[in-house]
């Protein structure tokens, strides 16, 4: 049965969602018909379970990266596909699923269920008894407005930040129908973040969990502050919580073994089924989102043939002409123009039961340990640790080349100064490591993180009917477009527009 809760009031910042899907999910799980009534861990347990963004960033943040290319006029360009490849304004609506206007509500209605497990929590009895709760709802709430700020904010700069518009840090239940809400600094955003994350990371108890991947666990926080610090560019941070992420020093143990006994008899469905399984060492946290990921490969803009190639000459760091398990499973399962990774795979839940229409959701694998190692590595060469950070990589390339030989797949320093065209050795080495996480995360949206990062220019062909490239879009760095706009219904809060 679905119903609305008169008592919860949902942020105005994204009320034209609501106006056109009804309810949210998480009412029908809601154990009481008063959210006030909650008396118990379990119960605001099940509260939290709505504090993560139903929604997926990867189709639109792919689409804005160097990883996409025009691979046939006669694909289908849908709108948020074409228009973030264009780098033109989205007139998606608030409920299409992949789309910037859906992340953006469905961000702010996750932070809108952590402020209201946080106002009960403050207002009970006991509070002590919901500590893990309240934690896990401070750090949800810091991860919220972190991929909000980073997608609908000039990208954090410690030179600008100061004087670039942010996005509104909501910490309190709404009570009123319309908000008005301010666009503080960055900076300002970037000091709550921190704030609530450095709160919420201690409180975490992973034995509150039944299924502990899909919730903040200690992991979980430690892996989403090294992400956090690595952007701030406080080096020694992210070491401290990327190495607390494994704290048996296991890391290795827990990467994707793609070229593992098991995962390289696996077909493209087995692929898709474990590649965001909860037992899946990899996997740190999780979230189920509506999404039509898995039949994104048929969109015009995206993976491309000429990507791949480019993507590919990371390979050179560890030996001449490696093969790697992954490579393999590209052109088993694809073929031009829809070359592709076999990752995510898509749960269809129909409409009715006779229905041909419905909704397609994938489980989405927020933070992994692949990340954790790149976030380490990278850390280590600023910090003057060359030796750990290709040590790093050297791990991760024995997951990945088929039939691994320590010797003859070794990384070391010449072979990336070759790749990167440069005798600095650090350069090489970030260059490396950039490279690496690139390949790593085709199709998933994160090389736009590094993309805005550097401040790396992306040029996208826009081609004929014959492939021939008729144009190319370049949007270098510091380039308003490069900055996702607000949707129109945030207007209704007061809110100014990104300038253009």
């Known amino acids: 049965?679905?119903?609305?809760?008169?008592?919860?009031?949902?942020?105005?910042?994204?009320?034209?969602?609501?106006?056109?899907?009804?309810?949210?999910?998480?009412?029908?799980?809601?154990?009481?018909?008063?959210?006030?009534?909650?008396?118990?861990?379990?119960?605001?347990?099940?509260?939290?379970?709505?504090?993560?963004?139903k929604a997926n960033y990867m189709?639109?943040?792919?689409?804005?990266?160097?990883?996409?290319?025009?691979?046939?006029?006669q694909l289908n360009a849908y709108e948020t596909n074409s228009s973030c490849y264009m780098y033109e304004e989205t007139n998606a609506t608030p409920n299409e699923q992949d789309s910037p206007q859906m992340y953006w509500s469905e961000c702010y209605n996750a932070i809108a269920a952590t402020n209201q497990a946080l106002s009960i929590i403050a207002k009970s009895s006991d509070p002590d008894k919901f500590r893990s709760q309240k934690g896990e709802a401070l750090v949800a709430r810091a991860y919220n407005h972190f991929m909000l700020v980073s997608f609908f904010s000039r990208f954090y700069?410690?030179?600008?930040?100061?004087?670039?518009?942010?996005?509104?840090?909501?910490?309190?239940?709404?009570?009123?129908?319309?908000?008005?809400?301010?666009?503080k600094t960055v900076a300002y955003v970037f000091d709550r973040i921190e704030e609530d994350?450095?709160?919420?990371?201690?409180?975490?108890?992973?034995?509150?969990?039944?299924?502990?991947?899909?919730?903040?666990?200690?992991?979980?926080?430690?892996a989403f502050a090294a992400r956090f610090y690595l952007v701030k560019r406080e080096y020694a941070n992210v070491l401290l919580y990327a190495n607390a992420v494994f704290p048996a020093n296991n890391l290795p143990d827990q990467l994707r073994?793609?070229?593992?006994?098991?995962?390289?008899?696996?077909?493209?469905?087995?692929?898709?089924?474990?590649?965001?399984?909860?037992?899946?060492?990899?996997?740190?946290?999780l979230c189920e989102a509506p999404s039509w990921f898995f039949r994104s490969n048929g969109s015009r803009y995206g993976y491309s043939d000429s990507i791949f190639n480019v993507c590919y000459n990371v390979k050179a760091i560890c030996a001449s002409n490696p093969t790697w398990q992954f490579e393999q499973?590209?052109?088993?399962?694809?073929?031009?123009?829809?070359?592709?990774?076999?990752?995510?795979?898509?749960?269809?839940?129909?409409?009715s039961i006779n229905a041909n229409f419905g909704t397609g959701y994938i489980m989405l694998p927020l933070f992994d340990a692949e990340e954790v190692l790149f976030n380490r590595a990278e850390a280590k060469v600023y910090l003057g640790d060359a030796t750990g950070a290709i040590a790093?990589?050297?791990?991760?390339?024995?997951?990945?080349?088929?039939?691994?030989?320590?010797?003859?797949?070794?990384?070391?320093?010449?072979?990336?100064?070759?790749?990167?065209?440069?005798?600095?050795?650090?350069?090489?080495?970030?260059?490396?490591?950039?490279?690496?996480?690139?390949?790593?995360?085709?199709?998933?949206g994160m090389r736009w993180f590094d993309v805005q990062r550097y401040g790396i220019t992306v040029r996208h062909a826009i081609r004929n009917t014959a492939g021939t490239v008729?144009?190319?879009?370049?949007?270098?760095?510091?380039?308003?477009?490069?900055?996702?706009?607000?949707?129109?219904?945030?207007?209704?809060?007061?809110l100014p527009l990104n300038p253009r």
């Open 329 to 351: 499973k590209e052109y088993i399962y694809g073929s031009q123009p829809h070359v592709y990774i076999p990752k995510l795979g898509e749960y269809f839940k129909r409409a």
């Open 1 to 53: 049965m679905k119903y609305c809760n008169p008592k919860f009031t949902f942020p105005v910042l994204s009320m034209l969602l609501l106006a056109t899907t009804g309810c949210r999910k998480f009412l029908e799980k809601d154990p009481d018909s008063n959210r006030a009534s909650i008396q118990t861990p379990e119960q605001m347990s099940q509260l939290l379970i709505s504090a993560y963004p």
């Open 157 to 183: 700069n410690a030179a600008t930040a100061e004087q670039d518009m942010g996005i509104p840090y909501v910490d309190q239940p709404e009570d009123v129908v319309t908000k008005k809400y301010e666009r």
């Open 257 to 285: 073994p793609w070229n593992g006994v098991q995962w390289t008899a696996f077909g493209a469905a087995d692929l898709r089924n474990e590649y965001s399984k909860s037992s899946l060492a990899s996997n740190i946290l």
């Open 197 to 222: 994350l450095l709160a919420g990371l201690p409180l975490i108890d992973d034995r509150a969990y039944d299924i502990p991947k899909y919730h903040f666990t200690k992991a979980a926080a430690n």
């Open 392 to 444: 790093d990589m050297n791990t991760y390339i024995s997951k990945r080349a088929l039939n691994y030989n320590a010797t003859r797949h070794i990384v070391d320093e010449a072979k990336l100064r070759t790749y990167a065209g440069t005798q600095n050795r650090d350069t090489a080495l970030v260059q490396g490591i950039l490279g690496l996480r690139r390949l790593e995360y085709i199709s998933q």
């Open 470 to 494: 008729e144009r190319t879009i370049e949007v270098r760095d510091g380039d308003p477009r490069r900055v996702l706009q607000l949707p129109a219904s945030a207007t209704l809060s007061g």
């Open 59 to 73: 189709m639109f943040s792919e689409a804005l990266s160097d990883n996409a290319d025009d691979k046939s006029t």
